[in-house]
């Protein structure tokens, strides 16, 4: 018997999935915090010359990022086939429009960062709709 092996238990997909969400979510707020250090950007948000300077825009970014955030409870909590179809959707959601940042977002080389973040945040989105479409059936 070999003792060396590490264990490997089985993780729940459930969890995968809520996992998977709070990173994504961690990567959202540090992405936010780090574009405060590009340069004017400070200057910009007082000044209200940027993207959430209406009340609107902001209720518009409050309900992007209130749905990755409660994928997290969400994600544990539903049954697994509002789970699975919610994951989905907001999994296939939020990866496309991660794609769509990055693609959008000018040569600046301030802003490098926030298109690696957006390229790790659909890598992430994108394995929250592969687990999710990927969810055991029972006696598996």
């Keep these: 018997m070999n003792t060396n092996k590490l ?14 969400w709070t990173s994504v979510m961690f990567c959202y ?3 936010d ?16 010359d940027n993207f959430l300077s209406t009340p609107m825009t902001l209720l518009f970014g409050a309900l992007l990022l209130i749905i990755p955030a409660l994928m997290i409870p969400l994600s544990i909590l539903l049954k697994p086939k509002f789970s699975r179809l919610f994951n989905i959707i907001f999994g296939t959601l939020y990866t496309a429009l991660m794609l769509w940042i990055a693609s959008n977002y000018s040569l600046d080389k301030w802003l ?5 973040f957006a390229i790790v945040e659909s890598i992430i989105t994108a394995n929250i709709v592969w687990y999710a479409w990927k969810w055991p059936r029972e006696g598996q």
């Excluded at 264990?7 to 998977?20: F, G, P, R, S, T």
């Excluded at 250090?37 to 400070?42: D, L, N, S």
């Design 33 to 48: 915090y780090f574009e405060l250090y590009v340069p004017k950007k400070i200057e910009r948000i007082i000044s209200g």
């Design 7 to 20: 264990e490997d238990l089985k993780v729940n997909v459930k969890i995968k999935l809520a996992v998977l």
């Design 112 to 116: 490098t960062f926030a298109v690696f």
């Design 29 to 31: 707020i540090y992405e």
